[in-house]
């Protein structure tokens, strides 16, 4: 029986059960009243004194909890197909657990998403050395990217949406890259339950941006074990192949007749075993899609992934021209999430949207160059349902 999420909703709204923060129950209360004003609390403090606070939101049936610590999305609450509400990203408890171990979970990443080769680039005729911190190249902003940067938080209401604006400057030369950045993201809950994401920058100087998000989704719950039975689709016809460092060739290689073919929906784990190259470089799937759409001033679906077992669905919509699908392949074990259960191998997947890994190096790969006088602009929207 196909349960709609107006009716899912609905009871999650009346509040037939309750919760305290923190936990992952099987029913929630929304923290805070329904589409009312963002709360907000201390979750902790850095070394150095900075307090670090925790905003918790509640629009649409679906239940936020961020952190100013990079912006990161401590949990992600929404109901199964029986109106049971599970947190589906992964997190932690404690800010000192972020600070000292996280593999950027729910994290805001920049000032360039992905990898750049050997940590390095040119523009304009200037080579450049950023940050390197995975292997030989830079990962998601290299040591201490934004998702290791405090933000400045305010809470807003626009009609039935709810949300945060988070505002962070990057200096001229932070972590090797040029130009004073001056970023802003939005995030709203809309009251049908959407979790978008609007992401703005500008520059005084000519630099490379690439921003996302690094939510890690079980639709299970973060305690669910496995995503291999997830089913996922993507709108991509071709893929970016990577060498050992997982640095693209530069090919848009054709997803037909690979394991990369996710065109139509299968689960996650069909051919995450399969013998190919590209899979052992990646110990599983930790790729960009080329998305058929490309570039678009509005966002378009892209992604599905659904949990057939608790019937939760996440659609995402994206301007964006690429989608890094990684499932989750260093996990090891290492970890205790916010819910008391330790992360192995393939026990959440990230679905970043993003502009192709290496673009700085890679010509043929659509631009991530913002100069002065322009504005960066990328939107992503998380739908979710239950059927």
Not at 2 to 11: G, I
Not at 41 to 47: H, I, N, P, V
Not at 152 to 168: A, K, P
């Amino acid at each position: 029986m196909k349960t709609s999420r107006r009716t899912v909703m609905a009871a999650a709204a009346a509040g037939l059960a309750a919760t305290t923060i923190g936990t992952t129950t099987a029913h929630a209360h929304p923290h805070g009243s329904e589409g009312g004003q963002p709360e907000r609390e201390l979750f902790g403090k850095l070394a150095d004194g900075t307090k670090v606070y925790r905003w918790s939101l509640a629009n649409g049936g679906t239940q936020l909890k961020v952190l100013s610590y990079g912006g990161i999305v401590q949990s992600l609450e929404i109901p199964d197909r029986h109106g049971r509400y599970k947190n589906v990203s992964l997190g932690f408890d404690s800010l000192e657990e972020y600070v000292a171990s996280s593999p950027y979970f729910g994290a805001l990443i920049g000032r360039y998403g992905n990898r750049i080769a050997r940590g390095k680039f040119t523009l304009d005729g200037k080579a450049y050395q950023v940050s390197v911190n995975d292997g030989e190249n830079s990962l998601h902003g290299g040591s201490k990217g934004f998702d290791k940067r405090v933000w400045d938080v305010e809470s807003f209401t626009s009609g039935s949406d709810i949300g945060l604006i988070l505002h962070y400057t990057s200096v001229d030369g932070e972590m090797g890259y040029p130009g004073t950045l001056r970023v802003k993201v939005t995030y709203t809950l809309t009251r049908r339950g959407d979790w978008r994401v609007d992401y703005a920058a500008t520059t005084d100087k000519a630099t490379v941006v690439n921003l996302t998000s690094h939510v890690y989704w079980n639709l299970a719950g973060e305690d669910g074990g496995s995503v291999y039975d997830h089913e996922l689709s993507i709108g991509a016809s071709r893929y970016t192949p990577v060498d050992s460092g997982l640095i693209p060739t530069g090919e848009l290689a054709r997803v037909a007749g690979t394991p990369f073919d996710y065109r139509r929906p299968k689960t996650v784990g069909e051919d995450i075993r399969a013998a190919h190259q590209q899979l052992l470089y990646g110990q599983g799937y930790d790729h960009n899609w080329v998305l058929d759409k490309g570039s678009t001033n509005a966002p378009q679906q892209i992604a599905t992934l659904r949990d057939p077992a608790s019937g939760r669905v996440l659609d995402i919509s994206t301007t964006e021209p690429g989608l890094q699908f990684y499932s989750g392949n260093f996990l090891d074990g290492t970890l205790v999430g916010s819910g008391g259960t330790i992360h192995r191998q393939g026990d959440a997947l990230c679905l970043e949207t993003q502009h192709f890994p290496d673009s700085p190096n890679q010509p043929s790969f659509p631009s991530t160059v913002l100069r002065p006088g322009d504005t960066y602009r990328s939107t992503t929207v998380h739908r979710f349902s239950a059927r």
